[in-house]
């Protein structure tokens, strides 16, 4: 007995052995279960573009046992749609409807995409993982929800146009995220552009100070000091980095228009929270006068901590 044959005409041999490789998972267990067995054996075939699947009668019986196999056949077909089908769907909608044409922009609005549906490449935590994990699979049970209605009414699916036509709120989501994806692209173009410009202003800037020592409180507070560890008064910034950084910056505003306008050969920074993205940014803007310190004795008396002779002095290099 025939229960249901999916094609796909735009697939390759690759890809139909993979959406045939996901059918068998599904149906393993029906296989595996000795009570399961008995009743019905599955058999799933392939030609060319089209897998087909039989049920041995009169072990199989359509009314008990065909609601479980259409289900497991929509999640097979629900995982193949978004291992093997989503990104083409995301690269579709970046180039159509947001129009972006040159491969390099396509390609990074693509990675932010796949950040925000599968996670960044090196997440921090397991429970961010998580997250993603369960976002996808609601995604996966949505569309083989829709994949599994179909399959009580039809016995041939056209994975193609199903997807294409059948999938409206899928499709919805997906240029939602893209959509994102794009504000997110745009936001950081223009933020790196203007770090450029930052950069360009420290580096045409006449050096006034020997050294600066920013120690970092915690949060979004600092306070500078002099060679000599005296607490520097506050300096009039410049108006042109001032109208900048008010246009474009936030917590470290502050920071960076006084480090600009007193600008310092050396930057020390004493914090007890070197992996915040302030530093980063203060190490890129500021590039090789910045020098990270972990331990020290001056920060160390602020911190209440006691320093050891041997560590002294510890820096270190933020890595952009």
């Not at 932010?112 to 549906?117: A, G, P, S, V």
């Not at 502050?254 to 915040?276: A, C, D, F, G």
Request: charged share 30%.
């Amino acid at each position: 007995m025939e229960l249901f044959t999916v094609s796909l005409m735009s697939a390759s041999d690759e890809a139909m052995e993979r959406l045939e490789r996901y059918l068998h998972e599904e149906f393993a267990d029906l296989h595996s279960n000795a009570r399961n067995s008995d009743r019905f054996q599955l058999h799933i075939t392939r030609a060319g573009q089209e897998i087909r699947c039989l049920a041995e009668l009169p072990q199989f019986r359509l009314e008990a046992h065909g609601q479980l196999v259409y289900r497991k056949a929509a999640l097979a077909f629900a995982q193949y749609i978004l291992t093997e089908l989503e990104p083409l769907l995301i690269k579709a909608i970046i180039r159509k409807q947001f129009n972006y044409e040159h491969p390099d922009e396509a390609e990074a609005v693509e990675r932010y995409c796949r950040n925000l549906l599968i996670g960044p490449e090196q997440a921090g935590e397991d429970s961010v993982l998580d997250d993603y994990e369960a976002d996808r699979l609601r995604r996966k049970l949505k569309v083989a929800d829709e994949l599994e209605a179909f399959l009580n009414q039809h016995a041939r699916i056209h994975l193609d146009g199903f997807v294409t036509f059948r999938l409206a709120p899928y499709w919805e989501e997906l240029r939602e995220v893209a959509a994102y994806a794009v504000d997110e692209y745009v936001m950081d173009k223009q933020y790196q552009e203007f770090i450029s410009v930052l950069k360009y202003f420290v580096r045409m800037q006449e050096v006034k100070m020997p050294i600066v020592h920013v120690l970092h409180k915690g949060g979004s507070e600092f306070a500078l000091y002099d060679e000599n560890f005296d607490l520097l008064e506050s300096a009039p910034a410049d108006r042109i980095v001032v109208d900048m950084l008010e246009s474009e910056m936030n917590m470290e505003d502050m920071i960076v228009s006084t480090l600009i306008t007193v600008s310092p050969k050396q930057i020390v920074i004493h914090t007890r929270q070197p992996e915040l993205a302030v530093m980063r940014t203060l190490e890129t803007i500021f590039e090789q006068r910045v020098k990270l310190c972990v331990a020290c004795e001056h920060c160390g008396e602020y911190f209440e901590e006691t320093v050891h002779q041997p560590d002294l002095v510890r820096f270190k290099r933020i890595r952009t």
